[in-house]
């Protein structure tokens, strides 16, 4: 290429009446900027650059972010790749490294058109690959090369918020042109694109501004003179400030000689004009990555689809399996629940074949009442659940239960039979029961083992005293002091903490409602309603003694009964909600902790938070007071003298045990009891 070739001409001086040309190395490998308000001539201006360099063969790759640029086909063999159907091939991210091959090696000039691509994010990463691969390539090459980017403000902004892309164009202004690439950014807004890409330009083209922001930053850069004149350029006209020759110009800037495809349409028929195509060799390469991803795809779509089958065959496999345990853990109650009606008393005998006592002749089987009991599932699984909570209360206590369906000590109390009928002789009985029960609570030795085996109906329940539920609730173990706050709070957290989750649940929702029955407290806790599930995990908080039996099949929250029993009611309420809170802070939120357990829980908001300052009657943070810690001082020095099997009787401590209950008003008479014997 001789000099003459070395300038292009792309418009006349308006003031010496001459044609201004532009050095082709400094266009191809510079960093330039043409700006100007919409209508002003700044497109026009860019697609006269690129009609010269077209006119030459050398090498570019124009950003479309509008659709305007392909006009130049209407003249020029240029590759328009884009998203639209009109391009002549559509493209995505993985064209980027082909489109960079036939750009710089093949010598193809490129309309990249974003303007289609319905998602942004995919449009402005298949620019950054592009430029990516542009810039790399061309530190090997070396191959001048121009890059024009329309709308460069949403790419490179002034304001921050710049992404990846921005940063790659912020790199090849700073660094392409000693690889020689070159880059022109345009725009309609000079105020919102990045001063640093501004200041660096090599040529800068100022077509008609009128905003102040605008203007302001051609005073700051050409001189408060221009800033006014700007405002009064004509279409086409523009400011044209170079570095190679420090001068700044007025410039009438040819009209372009292709199709305008970025002109305001009119009120005539739009007529596109025949544009010229690219060989079909190229769009053949092109269209063989596109065959290769979309193949791609299908086999990922066809993965997708054979992982989500196997997904929900897992799925399938697993919730049968779950129903299959629950059968089989149902079988295995059903099988004990008509294990234990067989080895059960009959009603109407007095007595029972467990006991070896002879049934009646005339007595005729009460089979419409064994029937009854099993007559449904649930009756079973909760038959199954009495026979194992008494032989759990008897492995405690170290005594067999008095009647195989009365309640435990873990249960707190007796269950009530609300349906059944009472007479002189059932009165007699309950009597002599609670005799025994009485009796075999001072003195285990005298149990009778005939008492022992005798069963009650399966509604009956054995009589059991206040010290007794006391003394169940605050067996410990042996290194913790008996009837202490600590010991109290470390007990039933740990019969809650052992519970599992779905349980816990279901104590929740006891504590909200007070009184309601296990399918109810299930389904609650995120259960289902199979009342199978239900009473099986109804079972723990049963044997944990923190719900009671009420009545009717229905149960009722019973942890503040524990801590009133545990301390035989010697405490105020204030100081037994203090325990409760206590305890209850190991399943209960924090919101509703101050809250009673039966509040509406609407009434729980943001003001309902536990307040970690309150003070607490028994004493300091750890809950334990002086007066506690000097009882339970006493009671480590006294229990090294407790001999293994020494008993006491209330009545021969009665007078000893007025003395300390002044000074210990806070323990049961089952823990007195155990720190006289431990004196003893």
Not at 271 to 298: A, F, M, T
Not at 526 to 544: E, K, M, V
Request: hydrophobic fraction near 35%; proline fraction near 4%; aromatic fraction near 4%.
């Amino acid at each position: 290429m001789t000099d003459a070739q070395q300038q292009i001409p792309v418009g006349v001086d308006q003031e010496q009446d001459t044609e201004i040309s532009l050095p082709v190395v400094e266009l191809l490998t510079g960093r330039g900027f043409i700006t100007g308000k919409s209508g002003s001539g700044k497109s026009n201006t860019a697609s006269v650059v690129a009609e010269k360099l077209l006119d030459s063969a050398l090498g570019i790759l124009i950003v479309d972010v509008d659709g305007e640029y392909y006009g130049l086909k209407e003249e020029y063999e240029i590759l328009h790749a884009g998203a639209d159907d009109e391009c002549d091939i559509v493209v995505s991210p993985e064209h980027a490294e082909k489109l960079a091959n036939l750009a710089l090696e093949q010598n193809v000039p490129i309309i990249l058109d974003v303007s289609g691509y319905l998602e942004e994010e995919t449009a402005n990463e298949l620019l950054l690959e592009v430029v990516k691969q542009l810039f790399a390539k061309e530190k090997r090459l070396k191959k001048p090369f121009l890059l024009v980017i329309e709308e460069c403000h949403e790419y490179i902004p002034e304001g921050g918020g710049m992404d990846e892309t921005g940063k790659m164009l912020i790199k090849v202004g700073k660094r392409g042109r000693k690889h020689g690439l070159g880059i022109v950014g345009i725009s309609q807004r000079p105020a919102d694109v990045k001063k640093d890409f501004i200041t660096q330009c090599d040529w800068l083209c100022w077509h008609r501004l009128t905003w102040d922001n605008d203007t302001k930053v051609v005073g700051r850069i050409l001189g408060s003179k221009y800033a006014s004149a700007v405002e009064d350029l004509g279409d086409g006209e523009a400011f044209l400030m170079t570095d190679w020759d420090e001068s700044i110009r007025r410039i009438q800037f040819h009209r372009k000689e292709t199709f305008d495809a970025g002109a305001t349409p009119g009120l005539d028929d739009f007529e596109r004009p025949e544009l010229k195509s690219v060989s079909s060799d190229l769009v053949g390469e092109l269209q063989s990555i596109s065959d290769e991803e979309e193949r791609r795809e299908s086999e990922i779509a066809d993965l997708k689809q054979e992982l989500e089958k196997k997904d929900r065959r897992i799925a399938d496999l697993e919730r049968e399996l779950e129903e299959a345990r629950d059968l089989s853990d149902m079988a295995d109650q059903f099988a004990q629940a008509l294990l234990g009606k067989a080895e059960a008393p009959y009603r109407g005998g007095g007595g029972g074949r467990a006991a070896g006592i002879p049934e009646r002749p005339d007595a005729a089987p009460d089979d419409d009442d064994d029937q009854s009991v099993l007559k449904s599932y649930d009756e079973a699984v909760a038959a199954t659940e009495k026979r194992a909570e008494g032989a759990a209360d008897a492995d405690e206590s170290g005594t067999e239960p008095a009647s195989e369906s009365g309640a435990s000590a873990a249960d707190g109390g007796a269950e009530i039979d609300d349906g059944s009928a009472t007479d002189a002789d059932g009165a007699d009985a309950d009597a002599a029961d609670a005799d025994a029960a009485d009796a075999e609570a001072a003195d285990p030795s005298t149990t009778d083992p005939a008492t022992e085996a005798k069963e009650g109906p399966p509604d009956d329940v054995d009589p059991v005293t206040r010290d007794d539920v006391a003394e169940s609730a605050l067996r410990f173990d042996d290194a913790i002091e008996l009837g202490t706050r600590e010991a109290v709070i470390e007990e039933l957290r740990s019969r809650i903490e052992s519970l599992p989750e779905l349980s816990r649940g279901m104590l929740r929702h006891y504590r909200r409602e007070g009184a309601s029955d296990p399918v109810a407290a299930h389904i609650d806790a995120g259960g289902d309603g199979d009342s199978g599930h239900a009473y099986s995990r109804h079972r723990p908080i049963r044997r944990a003694g923190l719900i009671r039996h009420a009545g009717r099949g229905s149960y009722a929250y019973a942890v503040p009964d524990l801590v009133r029993e545990a301390y035989a009611d010697r405490l105020d309420e204030d100081q037994v909600d203090e325990i409760v809170r206590a305890v209850e802070r190991v399943f209960v939120p924090p919101a509703e902790l101050n809250y009673p357990p039966d509040a509406d829980p609407a009434e729980v908001g943001d003001g309902a938070a536990v307040e970690a300052g309150d003070e607490s009657a028994f004493g300091d943070a750890d809950g334990a007071t002086a007066e506690d810690d000097e009882a339970a001082a006493d009671r480590e020095e006294n229990a090294a003298s407790v001999e293994a099997g020494e008993t006491a009787e209330a009545g021969e401590t009665a007078e000893s045990n007025e003395t300390e209950t002044a000074t210990d008003p806070g323990l049961s008479d089952a823990a007195r009891r155990f720190a006289e014997r431990s004196e003893r």
